[in-house]
């Protein structure tokens, strides 16, 4: 089993940023790709940004390029989302996800991560 925690939500103004991160521990696997994901309140799940631990390859959501970084540790087994540029529309609860079927290329539908962290709420305030 994959355990997967977030941390480092909170409230912020218009334009603020915030550093998200979730901590990966549990069965380990040599390649894999790690997502997150956002879901407003009313709305459906939606795919935010992924990336391949072991390469590095990213992908986004239009919605956020430009704004948002997805990285990771290795040595940490962490992965981080920068958000610069928040937008009152940014608000919703924020969970990453891991796809140890190492998908190509980085999935964006959620039905293809097969482990998945609680969330941590994001409020953007205007």
């Known amino acids: 089993q994959v355990q997967l925690v977030e941390s480092g939500g909170g409230l912020v103004q218009a334009g603020g940023s915030l550093r998200l991160s979730c901590a990966a521990s549990?069965?380990?696997?040599?390649?894999?790709?790690m997502g997150w994901f956002r879901q407003a309140p009313g709305k459906e799940r939606e795919f935010v940004a992924g990336?391949?631990?072991?390469?590095?390859?990213?992908a986004y959501a239009d919605s956020v390029k430009g704004r948002f970084t997805i990285s990771t540790d290795n040595a940490k087994n962490t992965m981080y989302l920068q958000m610069n540029s928040l937008k009152p529309e940014d608000t919703a609860l924020y969970y990453c996800?891991?796809?140890?079927?190492?998908?190509?290329?980085?999935?964006?539908?959620?039905?293809?991560?097969?482990?998945w962290g609680q969330g941590t709420q994001v409020t953007v305030s205007s």
């Open positions: 990336i391949k631990f072991s390469g590095g390859r990213t």
């Open positions: 549990g069965r380990t696997f040599s390649t894999y790709n």
């Open positions: 996800a891991l796809d140890s079927a190492f998908a190509i290329p980085i999935p964006t539908a959620q039905h293809a991560y097969d482990y």
